[in-house]
């Protein structure tokens, strides 16, 4: 019989330090698409006028970051 000792140690997850966020959308009713940003908001209000020209009212939003986990000590 093998046995194991398990050991626990918690970790945090944080966005990698240097780089940034970026934010894209996607109109769900035709194929326009917001110009990526590293600025949430920017991303929001273009889908705004979009669906103030359009009237299309459904996107998909993305949020792309790169992620670094670390042991918490």
Same mark, same amino acid.
Request: aromatic share 6%; charged share 30%; net charge positive.
């Given at each position: 019989? &093998? &046995?194991?000792?398990?050991?626990?140690?918690?970790?945090?997850?944080? !966005? !990698? *330090?240097?780089?940034?966020?970026? /934010?894209?959308?996607? =109109?769900? #009713?035709?194929?326009?698409?917001?110009? *990526?940003?590293?600025?949430?908001? #920017?991303?929001?209000? $273009? =889908?705004?006028?979009?669906?103030? &020209?359009? !009237?299309?009212?459904? /996107?998909? &939003?993305? =949020? #792309?970051?790169?992620?670094?986990? $670390?042991?918490?000590?």
């Amino acid at each position: 019989m &093998r &046995r194991s000792i398990l050991r626990y140690t918690k970790h945090r997850i944080t !966005q !990698q *330090p240097d780089t940034e966020a970026t /934010f894209e959308a996607k =109109c769900l #009713t035709c194929a326009w698409e917001a110009k *990526p940003a590293s600025d949430g908001a #920017t991303v929001d209000v $273009e =889908c705004m006028s979009h669906t103030g &020209r359009t !009237q299309h009212n459904r /996107f998909r &939003r993305l =949020c #792309t970051s790169v992620a670094l986990v $670390e042991r918490a000590e």
